[in-house]
Protein backbone atom coordinates (compact mmCIF):
# COMPACT_ATOMS: atom_id res chain seq x y z
CA UNK A 1 0.00 0.00 0.00
CA UNK A 2 1.20 3.23 -0.78
CA UNK A 3 2.32 5.16 2.38
CA UNK A 4 0.26 8.70 0.65
CA UNK A 5 -2.60 6.15 0.79
CA UNK A 6 -2.41 4.77 3.64
CA UNK A 7 -2.41 7.82 5.56
CA UNK A 8 -5.30 9.60 3.60
CA UNK A 9 -7.40 7.33 4.58
CA UNK A 10 -6.31 6.99 8.13
CA UNK A 11 -7.08 11.15 8.18
CA UNK A 12 -10.54 10.40 6.20
CA UNK A 13 -11.03 8.08 8.96
CA UNK A 14 -9.95 9.78 11.97
CA UNK A 15 -11.64 12.79 10.93
CA UNK A 16 -15.17 11.50 10.46
CA UNK A 17 -14.60 9.08 13.92
CA UNK A 18 -14.74 12.22 16.23
CA UNK A 19 -18.01 14.14 13.80
CA UNK A 20 -21.07 12.75 13.25
CA UNK A 21 -20.68 9.41 11.52
CA UNK A 22 -19.47 7.22 13.66
CA UNK A 23 -15.85 4.80 12.74
CA UNK A 24 -13.30 3.43 14.26
CA UNK A 25 -10.05 5.60 13.45
CA UNK A 26 -7.90 3.40 16.12
CA UNK A 27 -8.81 -0.31 13.81
CA UNK A 28 -7.57 1.60 10.75
CA UNK A 29 -4.24 2.62 12.79
CA UNK A 30 -3.63 -0.39 14.32
CA UNK A 31 -3.95 -2.38 10.19
CA UNK A 32 -1.51 0.62 8.52
CA UNK A 33 0.89 0.02 11.04
CA UNK A 34 0.83 -4.05 11.23
CA UNK A 35 1.09 -3.84 7.59
CA UNK A 36 3.92 -1.59 7.54
CA UNK A 37 2.44 0.76 5.55
CA UNK A 38 3.56 4.20 6.88
CA UNK A 39 6.03 5.28 9.68
CA UNK A 40 4.24 5.14 13.03
CA UNK A 41 5.14 8.37 14.18
CA UNK A 42 3.68 10.12 10.87
CA UNK A 43 0.53 7.46 10.75
CA UNK A 44 0.36 8.67 15.11
CA UNK A 45 0.54 12.61 14.07
CA UNK A 46 -1.79 12.54 11.11
CA UNK A 47 -4.72 10.41 13.00
CA UNK A 48 -4.56 12.93 16.43
CA UNK A 49 -4.80 16.20 13.59
CA UNK A 50 -7.21 14.53 11.79
CA UNK A 51 -9.42 13.66 14.78
CA UNK A 52 -8.81 16.93 16.79
CA UNK A 53 -10.08 18.51 13.06
CA UNK A 54 -13.01 16.96 13.42
CA UNK A 55 -13.59 17.55 16.98
CA UNK A 56 -12.95 21.35 16.43
CA UNK A 57 -16.08 20.79 13.54
CA UNK A 58 -18.18 19.34 16.32
CA UNK A 59 -17.14 22.87 18.08
CA UNK A 60 -18.27 24.71 15.65
CA UNK A 61 -21.39 23.16 15.95
CA UNK A 62 -21.78 23.83 19.36
CA UNK A 63 -20.81 27.49 19.21
CA UNK A 64 -22.67 28.43 16.16
CA UNK A 65 -25.58 26.04 15.83
CA UNK A 66 -27.17 25.63 19.51
CA UNK A 67 -30.55 26.83 17.54
CA UNK A 68 -30.27 23.67 15.67
CA UNK A 69 -29.86 21.10 18.44
CA UNK A 70 -33.58 19.73 18.38
CA UNK A 71 -32.61 18.79 14.62
CA UNK A 72 -32.40 15.28 13.72
CA UNK A 73 -29.15 15.88 12.35
CA UNK A 74 -27.22 17.42 14.84
CA UNK A 75 -24.41 15.22 16.35
CA UNK A 76 -25.20 14.72 19.52
CA UNK A 77 -28.40 14.32 21.25
CA UNK A 78 -30.13 15.45 24.42
CA UNK A 79 -29.28 13.11 26.65
CA UNK A 80 -25.67 13.32 25.72
CA UNK A 81 -25.06 16.62 25.77
CA UNK A 82 -26.87 16.46 29.35
CA UNK A 83 -24.53 13.94 30.17
CA UNK A 84 -21.44 15.51 28.43
CA UNK A 85 -22.28 19.17 30.41
CA UNK A 86 -22.14 17.66 33.91
CA UNK A 87 -19.20 16.68 33.47
CA UNK A 88 -18.03 19.73 31.69
CA UNK A 89 -19.38 21.43 34.65
CA UNK A 90 -17.76 19.61 37.12
CA UNK A 91 -14.55 19.54 35.73
CA UNK A 92 -13.98 22.16 33.73
CA UNK A 93 -11.90 22.34 30.26
CA UNK A 94 -9.74 20.23 31.67
CA UNK A 95 -12.26 17.86 30.83
CA UNK A 96 -11.28 18.41 27.52
CA UNK A 97 -8.69 16.00 27.72
CA UNK A 98 -11.31 13.33 27.94
CA UNK A 99 -12.54 14.00 24.53
CA UNK A 100 -11.53 11.03 22.89
CA UNK A 101 -13.33 8.45 25.23
CA UNK A 102 -15.63 6.90 22.79
CA UNK A 103 -18.61 7.00 24.90
CA UNK A 104 -19.23 11.20 25.91
CA UNK A 105 -16.28 12.44 23.90
CA UNK A 106 -17.78 13.73 20.75
CA UNK A 107 -20.52 15.66 23.50
CA UNK A 108 -18.30 16.95 25.17
CA UNK A 109 -16.52 19.14 22.50
CA UNK A 110 -19.98 19.91 21.39
CA UNK A 111 -20.56 20.99 24.66
CA UNK A 112 -17.14 23.17 24.53
CA UNK A 113 -18.75 25.08 21.93
CA UNK A 114 -21.54 25.86 23.59
CA UNK A 115 -19.97 27.12 26.33
CA UNK A 116 -17.75 29.06 23.79
CA UNK A 117 -14.87 27.54 25.45
CA UNK A 118 -11.70 29.21 23.50
CA UNK A 119 -10.64 27.79 20.55
CA UNK A 120 -6.84 27.87 21.12
CA UNK A 121 -7.52 26.27 24.85
CA UNK A 122 -9.88 23.49 23.23
CA UNK A 123 -7.61 22.77 20.44
CA UNK A 124 -4.46 22.32 23.15
CA UNK A 125 -6.37 20.42 25.26
CA UNK A 126 -8.42 18.19 22.59
CA UNK A 127 -5.56 17.65 20.32
CA UNK A 128 -3.22 16.74 23.56
CA UNK A 129 -5.40 14.14 24.59
CA UNK A 130 -6.17 12.45 21.39
CA UNK A 131 -2.14 12.29 20.69
CA UNK A 132 -2.15 10.65 23.77
CA UNK A 133 -4.67 7.93 22.64
CA UNK A 134 -3.41 7.68 19.19
CA UNK A 135 0.38 7.22 20.61
CA UNK A 136 -0.66 4.82 22.96
CA UNK A 137 -2.95 2.52 20.37
CA UNK A 138 0.49 2.50 17.93
CA UNK A 139 2.92 1.65 20.99
CA UNK A 140 0.50 -1.56 22.03
CA UNK A 141 0.21 -2.44 18.41
CA UNK A 142 4.17 -2.12 17.81
CA UNK A 143 4.30 -4.09 21.04
CA UNK A 144 2.56 -6.78 19.89
CA UNK A 145 3.79 -6.70 16.36
CA UNK A 146 7.70 -6.71 16.94
Known sequence: ???LAALSGLFA????????????????????LAEGAADPVAA???????NTLG?????????F???????RW?????????KAA??????????????????????LTVVA???KVPLLTFTLLVGFGKLVRYALVALATLGFIG
Open 113 to 115: GLL
Open 65 to 71: FLRYQDR
Open 1 to 3: MDH
Open 13 to 32: SAFLAATVLPGASEIVLVAI
Open 55 to 63: SITNWALGR
Open 44 to 50: VLVAGIA
Open 86 to 107: SIFNRWGVWSLLLAWWPLGGDA
Open 74 to 82: FPVPKSGLD
